[in-house]
């Protein structure tokens, strides 16, 4: 079974950036849809962006529009999540997750959907 590592996470300032990866070994990257979901404290995980098994498809919630960007290296059996314009509301334990999908073009968006998830990054921004 694949296995996903994030890193990246940290403390940043209101306004500022950080770029999470996730890494996936034991598997074949390229069969599979990525995602990142988040998790606050007291809340539910919740979808902030997907691609597709060869980055041609995006998708983001709209909290992440305009300010987070998705995309994959398989090359080097990663995926990233760069994050601008951070705000304390950011502020979550984030997962990348991965599906087995036959289709080429099509992203995902419930958890449930997602059959490998990483550990978890913390990213925590000051206001």
């Known amino acids: 079974q694949m296995q996903l590592v994030e890193s990246g996470g940290g403390l940043v300032q209101a306004g500022g950036s950080l770029r999470l990866a996730c890494v996936a070994s034991?598997?074949?990257?390229?069969?599979?849809?990525m995602g990142w979901f988040r998790q606050a404290p007291g809340k539910e995980r919740e979808f902030v962006a997907g691609?597709?098994?060869?980055?041609?498809?995006?998708t983001y919630a709209d909290s992440a529009k305009g300010r987070f960007t998705i995309s994959r290296a398989n090359a080097k059996n990663t995926v990233y999540l760069q994050m601008n314009s951070l705000r304390p509301e950011d502020t979550a334990v984030y997962y990348c997750?991965?599906?087995?999908?036959?289709?080429?073009?099509?992203?995902?968006?419930?958890?449930?959907?997602?059959?490998?998830w990483g550990q978890g990054t913390q990213v925590t921004v000051s206001s």
């Open positions: 997750a991965a599906k087995s999908t036959s289709s080429s073009r099509s992203y995902y968006t419930a958890s449930y959907e997602y059959d490998i």
């Open positions: 691609i597709s098994r060869y980055g041609d498809t995006t």
């Open positions: 034991g598997g074949t990257f390229s069969i599979y849809a």
